[in-house]
T-cell receptor, first 111, second 114 residues
Framework: DAKTTQPTSMDCAEGRAANLPCNHS???????VYWYRQIHSQGPQYIIH???NNETNEMASLIITEDRKSSTLILPHATLRDTAVYYC????????????FGKGTKLSVKP | GAVVSQHPSWVICKSGTSVKIECRSL??????MFWYRQFPKQSLMLMAT?????????EQGVEKDKFLINHASLTLSTLTVTSAHPEDSSFYIC??????????FGNGTRLTVT
């Protein structure tokens, strides 16, 4: 079973920041938080991951709370092409296993 | 970044025939590849784990004789759907890892069995 809880859907205005929350209250010390997204009829796309520090790359920022029980993915300037299902997944950093996908958040960016 | 190529992107076949889907890691060697299946409006479900040079490990409920997986090299894994039936129609997605990078995914194969 997925170890995360995400809202089913969210809307965001084009050009505004999209903040996608994720709860992972049972995360263990060696588990990372990964974010992927899936645009309709495509394979999942890796976005970002982190352990406890905030992370930023060219796609997004990941803010992890100090107790690591929740995190927020931030798309700073959402575009229509960011409309997708966003998945928050926790996994042991040393694991070579698969990712377990929950239902994710359907983000709709509107003009 | 790591690129995983999947082919074909879509295929239509007749019931009873077999279909082969290829998954290649283009710029890294994939020690492990995973095959997922996704039905409409549902999330990805893992079918099997494929390790180079060894037999695949199948998830509960996935028939290994129906979904044949071959991982003969560090850059190629294949999934063959044998004797396909309409209920096998789905979106099949592979992913690959080289042991260091996050898991990267192919763009999926839409299989329609008529």
């Amino acid at each position: 079973d997925a170890k995360t809880t995400q809202p089913t859907s969210m809307d965001c205005a084009e050009g505004r920041a999209a903040n996608l929350p994720c709860n992972h209250s049972t995360i263990s010390g060696n588990e990372y938080v990964y974010w992927y997204r899936q645009i309709h009829s495509q394979g999942p796309q890796y976005i970002i991951h982190g352990l406890k520090n905030n992370e930023t790359n060219e796609m997004a920022s990941l803010i992890i709370t100090e107790d690591r029980k929740s995190s927020t993915l931030i798309l700073p300037h959402a575009t229509l092409r960011d409309t997708a299902v966003y998945y928050c997944i926790v996994m042991d950093g040393g694991s070579q296993g698969n990712l377990i996908f929950g239902k994710g958040t359907k983000l709709s960016v509107k003009p | 970044g790591a690129v995983v190529s999947q082919h074909p992107s879509w295929v239509i076949c007749k019931s009873g025939t077999s279909v082969k889907i290829e998954c290649r890691s283009l710029d890294f060697q994939a020690t492990t590849m995973f095959w997922y299946r996704q039905f409409p409006k549902q999330s990805l479900m893992l079918m099997a784990t494929s390790n180079e040079g060894s037999k695949a490990t199948y998830e509960q409920g996935v028939e290994k004789d129906k979904f044949l997986i071959n991982h003969a090299s560090l850059t190629l894994s294949t999934l063959t759907v044998t004797s396909a039936h309409p209920e096998d129609s789905s979106f099949y997605i592979c992913s690959a890892r080289d042991g260091r990078t996050p898991l990267h995914f192919g763009n999926g194969t839409r299989l329609t069995v008529t």
